[in-house]
């Protein structure tokens, strides 16, 4: 993945989101975290990311208002949510890309390439 592909990576547990953050640096992405949906929702409102990814730890309820409050502002732009541990997902479909059970790394590098290539067309530096 290019390296310029920026991932919003949002979470409430700081060591998780950690050591996700690395993983995804060392597929190449860049990666800003945000522990709050207040400051999720700022930096995605900058067009300062490409993507989100909002982890497991965000409350379910917590989710679906961050899911509206970006889409409000970036209609388009892709987001994914890990849930339960086991699966993640395309906020705008959450059942085709949900994953087999214990996601590892390769499993959600594969679901944020699926991502990436969907909505390459969105903007022109997600082109694989």
């Known amino acids: 993945m290019p390296g310029y592909t920026r991932i919003l990576s949002v979470g409430h547990d700081r060591h998780l989101l950690s050591l996700r953050s690395q993983e995804l640096r060392r597929a190449g992405f860049d990666v800003i975290e945000a522990y709050s949906s207040s400051d999720a929702l700022r930096l995605a409102q900058s067009d300062a990311v490409d993507l989100a990814l909002i982890c497991q730890t965000v409350p379910r309820q917590e989710q679906r208002a961050l899911i509206a409050a970006i889409r409000e502002h970036r209609r388009l732009m892709p987001i994914l949510c890990v849930i339960a541990h086991n699966f993640a997902f395309s906020a705008d479909d959450r059942l085709s890309a949900a994953l087999p059970p214990k996601l590892s ?24």
């Open 105 to 128: 790394p390769q499993l959600l590098m594969e679901a944020l390439q699926q991502a990436v290539v969907n909505y390459s067309s969105y903007r022109p530096n997600l082109a694989a």
